[in-house]
């Protein structure tokens, strides 16, 4: 149904407050997942291990319980933990499903076939690591261990961040750098002199108004920032949605603005120009606090709400309406800063926008604003000093990107490609717990860079697209059968958390701190390895920071005392860190590196006659391709359905539920067709698609060639200036009615 209700927008962050009872009982744990059988469990007679969810990035902390027979029951929130409150979402429960799967990766694996067909022979886990190892030495003897890459995400990543820098490359980059969070870090440094990681310190459940700019809270679960919004709109609070479609939270906002894609720069300028104009921002704010507000003024004069309105195909009034309101409810009122803000390729200015707005309002370290969190920092387990590459990643990245803040994906594999003549190539890489066929754009780019590789590691748990491009795949354990580093995000309350192993690993899996050790072993890494088991380490850690291993066992997590103010203490001066000690709406490095100081909207590609702007994103029960073939999520959501507006329908013969395919501006055709949703909650001039659909890789039974993939249509990218970032929302699609291949096919 189109119409959802606030009480089942509230019921998503509170859905799995019991947890999710699963029976296991040998090979029936599977069947009976799929069956949906669902067994009482009496907590007092459980046995509890505590676990730290990896279905998403939130690394929510919980609790898995085990019956009297050491069988999985389910898993539940931990309660005194700041990030889900003792509620997990409805993917945080289904996290069993990822134990579960039987499709996932059983052993070691060598390649006999070529490159994406899938035609590996099983190995021991010496003989992969002998060969992994041997390759290794052939690339450090030609190119130099600097030659050796790393791409990897979750918290599998430091255990081989760790494996590469005892080697001696600095050659480290993830997807969510370039591709999500990169240029919304880079345009907070510039504005505050801080960043935003993860989650986000934003103070919603405080707030008064919160503007969500092309942010799909309840859609993408971010759990705590699921139920602070469901608390401020329960509150009566004020939610403001910018987006082209009319999305779970704009079903509850008080203003939609269906703004046209692209134009958002638009819109945030002319916001800015109302509150200056106006006087309804926070002077004192603003004189104590910010720098070159002088010039914002003047840069702003131009951009009119009539100007925006022409250009966002918003009206001017409701423009300056939403302006009004924003800073009538200031400070407590938060322009949300998204996650994913790889969109356009001036995405860095687009979140200097976003900064500098907020800074108007005057939110940033006031109440229902922006809070100032705090992470408690265990020392790294002795080891001797890393070994300094001759160069990394920052070589040829920083002359040109100056806000790159850490390795970009893209540019690494731009370095592997057989055209590159450089001497900075990249001969072998390690991919760990990342799909990057499907999160990478150029996808093509992508095929050729792996297939000109000397060696190329999957580490993982599931035999995604990228394990067909392996020479060597290493299964590696789940997050429910592995201890890893602890989590230790900042907070309003500072605090750790422990995940240990709740079930012995399946099959012939190893967790990835063992893999990445019994490599460093064999390639003569030892002394940076004096531990033998990850325990040792978890256990010195916790003791630095006045627990044990043994105590947060029993209790998951650990709160402790904040040292610092959550808010700027008005009665003393502040600094900020940047180079002027003030919150700067005009940036001076951006000045003197000879970037835009201050955002510009700068016209985007115009939709080609008969095609439609792709927009992509998530579903509330999937973590894009992450969980897709989850025996248990896989039952909430079978494939993504393409939603296209009626009267497009109608000009198309298109009923809902019937197969089309996509064809975008470059000619470029989707392998498998999406069923429709004909819906009045998506523009016109647009159509969406659901990310993490449509699996190429046969090995994945449940969601092989469901729905069509919006990662084959991004081929038009346009790279953000500052920082690298790969702006992908540049891309345009027509539907096709008939099977376009079906002549290859028959």
């Known amino acids: 149904m189109d119409n959802i209700n606030r009480r089942d927008f509230i019921k998503i962050s509170s859905v799995a407050t019991a947890g999710m009872?699963?029976?296991?009982?040998?090979?029936?744990?599977?069947?009976?997942?799929?069956?949906?059988?669902?067994?009482?469990?009496?907590?007092?007679?459980?046995?509890?291990?505590?676990?730290?969810?990896?279905?998403?990035?939130?690394?929510?902390a919980g609790w898995a319980y085990l019956d009297r027979d050491d069988n999985l029951q389910k898993i539940k929130g931990n309660a005194i933990d700041p990030h889900c409150n003792g509620r997990l979402c409805p993917r945080g429960t289904g996290g069993v499903g990822m134990y579960a799967d039987e499709d996932r990766l059983k052993k070691p694996m060598i390649r006999e076939g070529k490159p994406g067909e899938q035609k590996f022979r099983e190995v021991s886990w010496d003989e992969a690591i002998d060969h992994i190892v041997k390759k290794m030495k052939g690339i450090e003897a030609k190119h130099g261990r600097e030659a050796m890459a790393l791409l990897h995400h979750g918290k599998t990543g430091p255990h081989f961040e760790f494996?590469?820098?005892?080697?001696?490359?600095?050659?480290?980059?993830?997807?969510?750098?370039?591709?999500?969070?990169?240029?919304?870090?880079?345009?907070?440094?510039?504005?505050?002199?801080?960043g935003l990681a993860s989650p986000e310190p934003t103070d919603t459940r405080n707030a008064d108004c919160l503007v969500l700019i092309g942010n799909h809270i309840g859609e993408n679960m971010h759990n705590g920032h699921v139920q602070d919004m469901s608390h401020l709109i329960e509150q009566g609070g004020t939610v403001i949605t910018v987006d082209p479609r009319f999305s779970t939270a704009a079903g509850h906002s008080k203003y939609w603005l269906p703004i046209k894609p692209g134009t958002d720069i638009?819109?945030?300028?002319?916001?800015?120009?109302?509150?200056?104009n106006e006087e309804i921002y926070d002077k004192e704010y603003v004189e104590k606090y910010t720098y070159g507000f002088d010039l914002l003024k003047d840069h702003v004069q131009k951009y009119t709400p009539e100007w925006a309105a022409a250009i966002t195909t918003l009206s001017a009034a409701d423009i300056r309406k939403t302006a009004k309101v924003m800073a009538g409810l200031a400070p407590k009122t938060i322009v949300h800063p998204g996650r994913h803000t790889a969109w356009y390729g001036d995405d860095t200015q687009r979140t200097r926008a976003i900064a500098i707005l907020n800074a108007l309002l005057g939110s940033w370290g006031r109440v229902g604003g922006f809070y100032f969190p705090e992470r408690i920092k265990p020392p790294h387990y002795p080891h001797p000093q890393m070994p300094k590459p001759k160069w990394t990643w920052k070589d040829y990245t920083k002359e040109k990107?100056?806000?790159?803040?850490?390795?970009?994906t893209n540019i690494v594999i731009d370095h592997a490609l057989p055209e590159y003549k450089g001497k900075h190539k990249i001969k072998g890489m390690f991919i760990t717990a990342t799909n990057?066929?499907?999160?990478?754009?150029?996808?093509?780019?992508?095929?050729?860079?792996?297939?000109?590789?000397?060696?190329?590691?999957?580490?993982?748990?599931?035999?995604?697209?990228?394990?067909?491009?392996?020479?060597?795949?290493?299964?590696?354990?789940?997050?429910?059968?592995?201890?890893?580093?602890?989590?230790?995000?900042?907070?309003?309350?500072?605090?750790?958390?422990?995940?240990?192993?709740?079930?012995?690993?399946?099959?012939?899996?190893?967790?990835?701190?063992?893999?990445?050790?019994?490599?460093?072993?064999?390639?003569?890494?030892?002394?940076?390895?004096?531990?033998?088991?990850?325990?040792?380490?978890?256990?010195?850690?916790?003791?630095?920071?006045?627990?044990?291993?043994?105590?947060?066992?029993?209790?998951?997590?650990?709160?402790?005392?904040?040292?610092?103010?959550?808010?700027?203490?008005?009665?003393e001066e502040y600094w900020f860190n940047t180079n002027t000690g003030k919150i700067e709406l005009y940036s001076t490095d951006f000045a003197e590196w000879g970037y835009d100081p201050m955002p510009v909207y700068k016209e985007k590609d115009e939709a080609p006659v008969g095609f439609f702007n792709l927009i992509y994103g998530?579903?509330?029960?999937?973590?894009?391709?992450?969980?897709t073939n989850n025996p248990n999520l896989y039952d909430l959501k079978e494939e993504g359905h393409l939603w296209v507006h009626p009267k497009v329908a109608k000009i198309y013969g298109i009923e809902s539920g019937q197969e089309v395919w996509l064809k975008n501006q470059d000619g470029k055709i989707s392998t498998f067709p999406s069923k429709v949703r004909i819906t009045q909650r998506i523009s016109p001039t647009s159509v969406y698609l659901p990310h993490g659909f449509g699996s190429k890789s046969k090995?994945?039974?449940?969601?092989?060639?469901?729905?069509?993939?919006?990662?084959?249509?991004?081929?038009?990218?346009?790279?953000?200036?500052?920082?690298?970032?790969?702006g992908?929302?540049?891309?345009?699609?027509?539907?096709?009615?008939?099977?376009?291949?079906?002549?290859i096919e028959s």
């Open 163 to 194: 494996l590469f820098e005892a080697y001696g490359s600095g050659n480290i980059a993830e997807p969510a750098g370039a591709q999500c969070l990169i240029t919304r870090e880079a345009g907070f440094i510039t504005t505050y002199g801080a």
């Open 618 to 627: 998530r579903v509330p029960m999937h973590t894009f391709g992450r969980t």
């Open 21 to 60: 009872a699963l029976t296991w009982s040998g090979t029936s744990f599977v069947s009976d997942l799929l069956k949906g059988e669902v067994v009482p469990l009496s907590e007092s007679i459980a046995k509890k291990v505590p676990t730290v969810c990896e279905v998403c990035f939130w690394n929510c």
């Open 436 to 571: 990057i066929i499907q999160s990478v754009p150029d996808v093509e780019k992508t095929k050729r860079a792996l297939q000109n590789l000397d060696l190329v590691v999957v580490v993982d748990t599931m035999p995604s697209e990228i394990t067909g491009y392996a020479d060597v795949i290493l299964p590696e354990a789940t997050y429910l059968e592995r201890y890893d580093h602890l989590r230790t995000s900042h907070h309003k309350v500072p605090n750790i958390a422990l995940r240990a192993p709740v079930m012995k690993p399946r099959w012939e899996t190893k967790p990835g701190w063992w893999i990445a050790r019994e490599i460093g072993i064999k390639l003569g890494l030892e002394k940076y390895y004096p531990w033998k088991d990850f325990e040792e380490v978890l256990d010195w850690q916790l003791k630095q920071v006045g627990t044990s291993l043994e105590e947060m066992k029993k209790i998951g997590v650990k709160r402790y005392s904040k040292k610092k103010p959550l808010y700027i203490n008005e009665n």
């Open 728 to 743: 992908m929302r540049n891309n345009f699609v027509t539907l096709l009615t008939e099977n376009p291949h079906k002549n």
């Open 699 to 726: 090995k994945l039974s449940r969601t092989y060639g469901k729905g069509s993939a919006d990662y084959e249509m991004l081929t038009n990218i346009k790279i953000d200036p500052e920082t690298g970032g790969t």
């Open 266 to 276: 638009a819109l945030l300028l002319a916001w800015m120009n109302v509150i200056i």
């Open 401 to 408: 990107h100056k806000m790159a803040i850490m390795g970009i």
